[in-house]
Nanobody
């Protein structure tokens, strides 16, 4: 089984930055594509970014050029650097893993999920 634990969320003013981390344990992270999703109150969970097992990355249009996903297989950790945050980015952010995946935005492809970390952006 793969366990995912997110950290790094918090309260930040609009225009600020946060870096989320997701620690992976139980299996080698190199065998998994990693994704970030978010869920705002009253809304469905949505795709944010994904990183394939190689260098492939993918972003939602709403975060393109503001967010950067990266992974360190040696540390079994995936990161989401979030810059120029705005109140619309307020949500619980979830890390997810897809075995032997390529970095899809399809939420159904991810079998393993963390508990989430809250990000709140004040105006």
């Amino acid at each position: 089984q793969v366990q995912l634990v997110e950290s790094g969320g918090g309260l930040v003013q609009a225009g600020g930055s946060l870096r989320l981390s997701c620690a992976v344990s139980g299996r080698l992270m190199s065998a998994y594509a990693m994704g970030w999703f978010r869920q705002a109150p009253g809304k469905e969970r949505e795709f944010v970014s994904a990183h394939g097992r190689n260098d492939f990355t993918r972003y939602a249009d709403s975060v393109e050029d503001r967010f950067t996903i990266s992974r360190d297989n040696a540390k079994s950790t995936v990161y989401l650097q979030m810059n120029n945050l705005n109140p619309d980015d307020t949500a619980v952010y979830f890390c997810a893993a897809e075995y032997m995946g390529f970095g899809t935005s399809n939420i159904r492809s991810y079998a393993y999920w963390g508990q989430g970390t809250q990000v709140t952006v004040s105006s």
